[in-house]
C-alpha cells in the first residue's frame, strides 16, 4: 500500500532480543482514512556484518491490533516464520 501513515509514538512497543527488534504501533492518521485505527508491526534483523550486508527489514500493516499482538506477543519466533524479508539498501541496521 502506498501512501503516508502516522503513528501513536506514545503507544509503539518496542522490544529487541539478540540480534533481532519487532514494534507495533497503532496508526492515527494516514493517506487512506480507512486504515485509521489499525495497526503497524514490523521488524529489523541485524545480520552481524559491516553496512548493509546481512540485514533485513519486515513490516506488516495495516492489520487489526489482534494480529498485531500476535507478531508482537511471539516475538522473535514469530520473526523467523515471515519469509517476506526485505534487504536493507543502504545503510547499517543496529539492534541496541
Given at each position: 500500500?502506498?501512501?503516508w501513515r502516522v503513528l501513536d509514538e ?52 495495516p492489520v487489526d491490533s489482534g494480529i ?28 541496541k
Amino acid at each position: 500500500m502506498n501512501g503516508w501513515r502516522v503513528l501513536d509514538e506514545s503507544g509503539v512497543e518496542y522490544n529487541a532480543e539478540g540480534e533481532a527488534a519487532w514494534m507495533k504501533a497503532e496508526i492515527i492518521d494516514a493517506s487512506d482514512p480507512a486504515i485509521v485505527g489499525q495497526w503497524v508491526a514490523g521488524a529489523v534483523f541485524d545480520g552481524g556484518t559491516p553496512g548493509k550486508n546481512g540485514d533485513l527489514v519486515f513490516q506488516v500493516s495495516p492489520v487489526d491490533s489482534g494480529i498485531a499482538d500476535l507478531f508482537y506477543d511471539y516475538g522473535i519466533m514469530g520473526i523467523q516464520l515471515y519469509p517476506f524479508w526485505a534487504p536493507v539498501v543502504k545503510g547499517n541496521l543496529v539492534v541496541k
